[in-house]
C-alpha cells in the first residue's frame, strides 16, 4: 500500500516543488527533497494530538480548521500568498513546536539553505498537507476515525522527538527519548535516495527513477 507521503508527492509534489521553489528561492530539486521530510512531521504532530489532546476527533478538527482541500485547485496562488508571510512559523501553533524550529535547522544545514527560508516551507506545506488529507478523508467518506486509521498508519509521534536527538546527537547515535528505533525512523527520511525531479523513494542501487523515468 502506497503510504501519504508517497501518494501526496506524486499527486502534488511536482506543482507543488515548482511554486516553492518560485517563491521562495530554492533549487526545485532540493524542494522535491524537502517536501517527503515535512509530511511524516505533519503527521507525527497530528498523531502526538491525538494521543494527549483527544483521539480522531481532535486530529479531525485540525485538518477541518487548517486545511483546505479547494486550495489544491489553486496551488499556484495559495503558496504565492502564503510566501509573503514575513515571519513564519515552523512550529505550526502547537502543532510541532519547538520540534519544527529544529526540524527548520535540519534542514537548513543538511541542504545548505537560509534557516528562515527552511521555516517557510514548513510553515507553507502544513495547510496544503493539511488539505490533502482532508481531500482524501472527504472523498473516501473516511470520518474522523478514517483519519484517525490513516493517522496511525502513516504518522510517527517519535518524530517530533528524533528532531530534537539528532540535532543533539548527530546524525548517527542519538538516545532521543523516543529511542533508537525512532531515530532510525527519522534518519530513514534524511537519507533515503529521492528522485531530484519528483521526489519519489529509489532504491540505493537505481539507474533511473520508475516514476518519472528521470536517469540517476
Avoid: W
Avoid at 35 to 48: E, H, Q, S, W
Avoid at 111 to 140: N, Q, T
Avoid at 167 to 196: H, N, W, Y
Amino acid at each position: 500500500m502506497v503510504n501519504f507521503s508517497d501518494e501526496f508527492m506524486r499527486m502534488y509534489g511536482p506543482q507543488v516543488s515548482k511554486q516553492l521553489s518560485s517563491n521562495v528561492g530554492i533549487k526545485e530539486d532540493i524542494i522535491n527533497q524537502m517536501i517527503p521530510l515535512v509530511t511524516p512531521l505533519i503527521l507525527g504532530g497530528l498523531k502526538r494530538q491525538m494521543k494527549q489532546f483527544g483521539g480522531g476527533a481532535r486530529a479531525n478538527h485540525i485538518v477541518s480548521k487548517y486545511g483546505s482541500a479547494s486550495a489544491l485547485d489553486n496551488l499556484d496562488e495559495e503558496i504565492s500568498s502564503r510566501a509573503r508571510y514575513q515571519q513564519p512559523d515552523p512550529r505550526l501553533g502547537g502543532l510541532l513546536g519547538d520540534s519544527g524550529v529544529q526540524a527548520a535547522g535540519a534542514m537548513s544545514q543538511k541542504f545548505k539553505v537560509d534557516p528562515k527560508k527552511a521555516m517557510m516551507i514548513i510553515s507553507i506545506l502544513a495547510p496544503i498537507i493539511l488539505g490533502a488529507l482532508a481531500r482524501k478523508r472527504d472523498k473516501g467518506k473516511l470520518g474522523s476515525q478514517g483519519v484517525a486509521n490513516l493517522i496511525t498508519q502513516d504518522g510517527n509521534d517519535g518524530i517530533l522527538d528524533d528532531v530534537i536527538g539528532m540535532l543533539i546527537g548527530g546524525m548517527a547515535g542519538s538516545s532521543s527519548q523516543g529511542g533508537m528505533g525512532l531515530v532510525g525512523d527519522l534518519l530513514k527520511e534524511f537519507t533515503t535516495p529521492r528522485c531530484t525531479r519528483c521526489g519519489s523513494s529509489l532504491d540505493q542501487n537505481f539507474k533511473f527513477c520508475p516514476h518519472c523515468g528521470t536517469k540517476k
